[in-house]
């Protein structure tokens, strides 16, 4: 594509698409943030009602959000290319790119992105770690790149995309990227001012850009966990303001008195109301006057509706309500199960497409690096770290029996231990395997290195 094409592209399509993105991203970054939209109150509202608003906001989308993406963490990589303890301690192939580009780490921001925006992708070109020729991975979100596919719903790489880096001033780097190479261009804020500066090929043989989307329809839509819930969150902050304009100033019984004489001057009567304190007592030297209370309102109605509006959103959501309300008692094994069973199922859902991409960066960096047997192995898949919260004599427990009864391998089950990360497993194998006295001397060895060291 020549220097005038990629600059007419970036023009008229391109960034156009990517700033009308960037609205619907700034009202997700609202509301997953806690800086939710503001509740529409009258006009000429006193400054007590604009914080009493500003303080009824709530977090809730990220709760939802935190959710599912605290359940999804990639702890290794499988393949018939790559047996279990085949390789030992030192990762090969396309798991070594992945420990390289740090990726057990920054798969949360890639997680948490494409959960809440719906969509993000990583970018992949040659690079170099220490000496070894490897592919460089970037996670980005929606705010800085957008991709264009032929068939959004069914094709698994984009025809081109566009990497937007804001620089200070007002300024934008852009990177344009198709199936040759990366074109680097600059503009202003609103697109104008495009100056074209170079370009490099990369040599893949396609646009190196994978998408992770969040419940993926047939034509390439996306939703993610903030959007359908914006309405569902804006009732609970609703909710909440109501509360706390009447904990402000209806929550207290208000003393009336009746049959007493006016006070002769509006300034008497002004000074009498500001003397009057919470612990103050009330007399009349007139026998016609009467006191009495005015009840305050109760708030039970309102922290009940602001509470049915929670257990709303944790329904549609697939969230625990506990996990949003804090309130968890005397629950059973069992009814925990089942409470979590909803968003179980649509962690499981999120593992399932994520994994997917998760194969299809691997791959490509296996064809960046010249690696075409990882390449084209669609075998291979990613394994999911067991997040779930239970208690390790439990687990053992379960384990034990799947190995006594079902006879399952015991190695088999030392990766569904909660908490145990594939380098564990293959330490494990290793003792297994090796000879106990070499096993022995190895950690004699190290002992006195170390003492020596101290």
Known sequence: MGKDDVKELVVKELHPIWRKEQERVERIDKWHSGDNEDIVIPRGSSREHRELREISKSPWLR??????????????????????????????????????????????????????????????????????????????????????YGDPGNDEWPLYALDVDK??????????????????LSCDTDGGKVEYIEYREHDIGLCPVVRYAAQLDTEGAATGEVTPYIGNAKRIDKSTYDRMLTQHWNSWKVRTATGMAKPDTEAEANKAALLLRQGDLLASTDPNTRFGTLDETSLEPLIAAERSDIETLAAVSQTPSHELTGQLVNLSAE?????????????????????????????????????????????????????????????????????????????????????????????WARLVQADPMAVLAEQLERQAVEQNRA
Request: charge should be positive; aromatic fraction near 8%; glycine fraction near 8%.
């Open 63 to 148: 709760l939802v959000v935190n959710s599912v993406v605290q359940g999804l963490f990639v702890d290794s990589y499988r393949s018939p290319l790559h047996p279990p303890g085949k390789d030992g301690e030192v990762p090969t192939g396309p798991w070594y790119t992945w420990r390289a580009n740090r990726m057990p780490v920054r798969q949360i921001a890639l997680h948490r992105a494409a959960v809440a925006y719906s969509h993000a992708y990583t970018f992949l070109l040659p690079g170099v770690v220490g000496e070894r020729r490897t592919a460089s991975i970037k996670t980005r979100s929606p705010k800085c790149m957008v991709a264009v």
């Open 167 to 184: 620089q200070p001033g007002g300024k934008q780097m852009l990177q344009f990227v198709d199936e040759e190479a990366v074109h680097f």
């Open 335 to 427: 009814a925990l199960a089942a409470a979590r069973s909803g968003l179980r199922a649509k962690t499981f859902e999120y593992k399932v497409g994520f994994g997917e991409s998760h194969v299809q960066t691997l791959r490509l960096s296996a064809l960046i690096e010249g690696n075409d047997a990882d390449a084209a192995d669609v075998m291979a898949r990613v394994t999911w770290q067991d997040t779930e919260v239970r208690s390790l004599a439990q687990a053992a427990d379960a384990l034990g029996k799947i190995a006594t009864m079902l006879k399952v391998p015991v190695q088999a089950l030392w990766g569904l231990i909660p908490g145990i990360e594939k380098t564990d497993v293959d330490e």
